[in-house]
């Protein structure tokens, strides 16, 4: 009784497991079938879901069109750069969080969180005048700087999880041992905190990858990720949706595969704690 | 060498002091025990000597030279925790080495003195294990390798035993006491074992509340305790105190540890009936409701053969009695 209970229960979670899976995923699918339709076939109504002429047309067309490498390369810099330079900053400041917290870490924590509720376009225009005047619109130093402070408080969050986790003992064994601040960070704390710390990384260079509206009105030509490049087929003369799929299947394709081989790697990072 | 003043030091967390000003010199080379009930600033009085704490006020000096402002890195010290805190991400061998690899010793010397050490607390066959592999008491093997490869100037030690097995603990007491013993190294060590205590100290110092109660060598301690507080925690059964009519005037309240009873089954000072007989083989601890006094607790050495509900007579050993006036000091 109880068992054929259980069973039902999981049945429907599984179902309902696939079917949000599946609605998640639609889109995207969609995207790379039409990135290999022709441009009258994209727009046909009924759209024909795997009976279509394959062509490569569009990537060839994106590829004469458009320097994909450059942005790419863009991309590759900011997201890594923003991550790593992100890093940088929160580890100390999640390491002071975690083990030395004060009265107020806690009202700290939140209001960095806070900074994340606030609607990005309130701050366009002075930032857009602050790059401005420092020559600072359209490079990827400018977006990486951006981008280090937008993902800021997501890195020192989990951080500051993850260092939560770590005994503070064993720190404390280390400045017996003769470590400085900056050998108790490099050599016992990072060590042991290598899986948050990956999965941290991981996922800043993914938002950082997929972040769209400060790369877009930060940047021009020169600097432009692959979010512009992506932008640059929506307009203006009309749309043209195969094209557009092709250059979105483009960009996506790498942060997708990333995601793919790292997948185990995120899960348990996001987890980490909350199952132990 | 490793002498260690500490002098007025205070210690509060925010509003609550948990230290009142204190004072005690360690001599360079003593082995000395902090003993105290629980939560009364054992560990807070060693982190203070660490460094890992900051006092409120007062100063350390550390082989001389003032050590109250030092970080725990540049004070000499090595501590051994009771949860050892080793580093899991390294092997045994790293683990031992780290010390001297932060004091940038040559490549050379460090393989020379984690194989000594090593071998000296028997750990060659591990060395290439990571601390998750190892037994409890080889853990905490590792961590007194760590403490000993960078010849500190003094050992601190927080309950370093109380994570093991009864049998694990007493061959650990005589391996810190041997290496006490071969080398020469001042030790602070916190416990709330009375064993402990009294079999590795050169000096015991009990606190109460933050605050010294008494400091002496064991001997002194059990022969001579200051106050009644002392009195009951050196010693074990704690010793029998008696107030009221049978202290005979002189002395607010009598003691006499169940040492000192002598146990009979026709005569004696006092007469009472057997509530419990505990029987070790060695020794006989028989529990005695004395009419008019209260339960006393008295040792026969051997095996006395009385069971509940049996008479017995006590008498106590007049030149081992203690007295005490109202506020609980010795007289
Ligand atoms: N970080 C802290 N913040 C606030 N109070 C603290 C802190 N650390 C210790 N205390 C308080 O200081 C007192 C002494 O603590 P301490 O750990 O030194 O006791 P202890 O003698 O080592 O006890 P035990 O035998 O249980 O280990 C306790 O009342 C404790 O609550
Ligand atoms: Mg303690």
Known sequence: ?276 | MGEIVLNRITKSFGDVSVIPPLDLTIADGEFVVFVGPSGCGKSTLLRLIAGLEDSSSGAIRIDGKDATALPPAQRGLAMVFQSYALYPHMTVRNNIAFPLKMARMDKAAIDRKVEAAAKVLNLTSYLDRRPGQLSGGQRQRVAIGRAIVREPTAFLFDEPLSNLDAALRVNMRLEISELHASLGTTMIYVTHDQVEAMTMADKIVVLNAGRIEQVGSPIELYNRPCNRFVAGFIGSPRMNIIEGAETGGQAHAIGIRPEHLALSTDSGHWAGTVSVSEHLGSDTFVYVQVDGVGTLVARAGGEFPVRHGDRVWLTPQPDRLHRFDAEGKAL
């Open chain 1, 1 to 276: 009784m109880a068992r054929a209970a259980t069973n039902r229960r999981k049945l429907v979670l599984t179902l309902l497991a696939w079917t949000v899976g599946i609605a998640m995923f639609f889109p995207i699918l969609w995207t790379a079938l039409t990135s290999f339709k022709t441009e009258a076939e994209a727009i046909a109504s009924p759209p024909s879901f795997l009976a279509f002429h394959w062509t490569l047309e569009n990537y060839a067309e994106v590829q004469a069109r458009s320097d994909y490498f450059l942005h790419f390369m863009n991309s590759v810099v900011i997201s890594l750069g923003s991550t790593l330079a992100g890093l940088l900053v929160a580890v100390p400041a999640a390491w002071s969080m975690a083990f030395v917290p004060g009265r107020r870490t806690r009202d700290v924590l939140m209001w960095m969180l806070s900074t994340k509720m606030l609607p990005p376009v309130g701050v366009l225009i002075p930032i857009y005048l602050l790059f401005r005047d420092s020559g600072l619109l359209d490079s990827r130093i400018g977006l990486i700087i951006v981008l280090t402070l937008i993902n800021l408080p997501i890195i020192v969050w989990m951080l500051f999880t993850y260092f939560r986790e770590i005994p503070g003992e064993i720190l404390e064994a280390a400045r017996m041992d003769g470590a400085g601040l900056r050998e108790e960070i490099l050599f016992v704390l990072l060590p042991m905190a290598v899986p948050g710390i990956a999965s941290t990384l991981l996922l800043n260079v993914i938002l950082a990858w997929n972040e769209a509206f400060w790369t877009l009105n930060l940047s021009a030509s020169q600097s432009a990720p692959l979010t512009a490049f992506i932008a640059s087929y929506s307009s203006p003369e009309g749309l043209f949706y195969a094209k557009l799929s092709a250059a979105s299947t483009m960009a996506v394709a790498p942060i997708l595969i990333l995601g793919w081989f790292s997948q185990k790697q995120l899960v348990r990072g996001l987890t980490f704690g909350a199952v132990k």
